[in-house]
């Protein structure tokens, strides 16, 4: 098969890799039809150590991705929620499916694995792919849902709503959404379904900004007189709940300074070193921190429901379309941030 395989830092092809096998009888092999990228694969492109993984030497080729849809062509004896022919979206990794940490839907199994990491669980930007412990990883797109709202469930909009639902948002809060890529977006969207009587989205891209304010936040850029115009916003009480979705230390270093005494603030964003959060202020504002990864199935059952009725309506996030064959300039694009790049869907 063709997949955009990781041969190194900004080292990623598009090339010839074995086709999958179906060694698990509770797994399927899907059919690739759609997938796209997503920030954290951007740490794995530059080499970023992820958790224990090095990615600079020593690792095998594999293919890269977590974002994908398409059709189950192999199904094991032991799955018994999909079937050959059905089109599906997956959850960017999975677990055992059966652990005390899975049923409980907090989503941290020992064994709990994203795709498109490493050798262990090959990645979805490829032409075929093969998913273990499938009951509990993949669902069949409904009728109603687009392809592209059935791609950002595999990640990007469960993640946005895990990270607003740990805002603890009430009817009349004032929300930051710090970073505004895909999820914060998408954040943007959920703190209004979620009661927000004003939502601040901040970004240093223009464009981005103007995403946000379509969908009715009030958009600022980062800087020194940032607290100053959320004063100015809030009438000088700051924001009760903040979400950071970017991980960029100094987006994460900003958010003590946004919010009220006794606020709640929720992270998503993965980063890379140091983040320069001051635990002094946490401690002397009384905030309240959340952090943690979307267990991505979990949010499916609240999601649907918002896209079915038309209340969430998850559109224009995807700025670039190409052939799975352009991935190499993808990644270099959506790394760059050329030419107004938010998202990038891959056809195939």
């Known amino acids: 098969m063709n997949a955009l395989v990781f041969n190194g830092p ?188 004003q939502v601040i989205a901040i970004d240093p891209v223009a464009g981005r900004r103007d995403h946000a304010a379509g969908l009715g936040a009030s958009a600022l850029p980062p800087g020194d007189d940032l607290v100053a115009a959320i004063r100015q916003l809030t009438g000088g009480r700051l924001v009760d709940r903040c979400f950071e979705a970017s991980g960029a230390a100094a987006a994460i270093a900003s958010v003590p300074r946004l919010m009220r005494s006794g606020g709640t603030a929720s992270f998503i964003g993965l980063p890379q070193g140091g983040t320069g959060l001051d635990m002094a202020q946490l401690i002397y504002r009384n905030l309240t921190v959340r952090a943690g990864v979307a267990p991505v199935p979990q949010l499916w059952p609240s999601l649907l429901p918002l896209l079915e009725s038309g209340r969430l309506r998850a559109e224009g996030l995807f700025s670039h379309r190409m052939p799975l064959s352009a991935g190499a300039e993808g990644y270099r694009l959506f790394d760059s941030r050329d030419d107004g790049v938010l998202k990038i869907l891959f056809e195939l």
Do not use: W
Not at 37 to 66: E, N, Q, R
């Open 10 to 197: 900004r080292d990623i092809r598009y090339e010839d890799y074995a086709d999958p096998e179906l060694t698990v009888d509770n797994g399927v092999i899907v059919k690739v039809q759609m997938c796209s990228i997503c920030g954290s694969d951007l740490h794995i492109y530059h080499g970023d150590a992820i958790g224990s993984v090095d990615y600079t030497t020593g690792l095998d080729p594999f293919c890269v991705g977590h974002e994908f849809i398409g059709e189950v062509v192999e199904a094991g004896p032991m799955v018994y929620n999909s079937a050959v022919g059905d089109r599906v979206f997956v959850a960017g990794g999975t677990g055992c499916g059966s652990c005390g940490a899975c049923r409980s839907g907090i989503g941290k199994c020992p064994a709990t694995t994203a795709f498109g990491c490493s050798t262990r669980l090959q990645g979805g930007q490829a032409e075929f792919v093969q998913v273990p412990n499938a009951d509990r990883t993949i669902r069949t797109i409904p009728d109603h849902l687009g392809d592209e709202q059935a791609l950002l469930l595999t990640d990007a909009m469960a993640t946005a709503k895990f990270g607003i639902d740990r805002c603890e948002i009430t009817p009349g809060d004032t929300v930051a959404v710090v970073g505004l890529g895909p999820i914060g977006l998408l954040g943007v969207e959920l703190a209004h379904l979620s009661g927000a009587a």
